[in-house]
């Protein structure tokens, strides 16, 4: 879940509360954090923009989501939160190497500036950072199944 995820790569607990409704706001998702505990947010709010997903052979999945974060922090004038806006795309492939045992993923973000930003009128809708992780999938003491097509 997400407050393990995010607490594992801190080192520390550091998230107090998710708050997700899939009924009502299937498109937002927020995280509160600890009091003192981050440096640079007290909460962060994940709007999901857009999602799609399509497998072209029985062993490949490519998905992609669109988001907007805002993470809200003390700033240093009083009485005015920090806010800070960031769009990025996430997409994701998937290929099942080694049926029921293992797959080899990889995820590649990229994130764009918002018109605010000096660097917008160069950038457009081009991303001004890319990343890309290598992952890779595999089933302890068990066997791995695919989803059935």
């Not at 974060?69 to 960031?86: D, L, N």
């Not at 918002?114 to 890309?132: G, H, M, N, T």
């Amino acid at each position: 879940n997400l407050k393990s995820v995010i607490d594992s790569i801190i080192g520390t607990p550091v998230v107090k509360q998710v708050r997700y409704n899939a009924k009502t706001d299937p498109g937002r998702c927020s995280i509160v954090f600890e009091q003192a505990k981050t440096r640079n947010a007290e909460r962060i709010e994940l709007f999901t923009s857009s999602q799609r997903s399509e497998s072209p052979t029985n062993d490949t999945f490519f998905a992609a989501e669109s988001f907007r974060q805002i993470t809200y922090s003390f700033s240093k004038q009083f009485g005015v939160p920090r806010e800070v806006v960031t769009e990025y795309q996430h997409f994701w492939s998937h290929r099942l190497v080694d049926p029921g045992h293992r797959i080899e993923s990889n995820l590649l973000t990229a994130a764009y500036v918002e018109p605010q930003d000096s660097l917008f009128l160069s950038a457009l809708d081009r991303p001004v950072a890319v990343y890309s992780h290598d992952l890779v999938l595999s089933r302890r003491g068990g066997v791995l199944r695919a989803a059935p097509q």
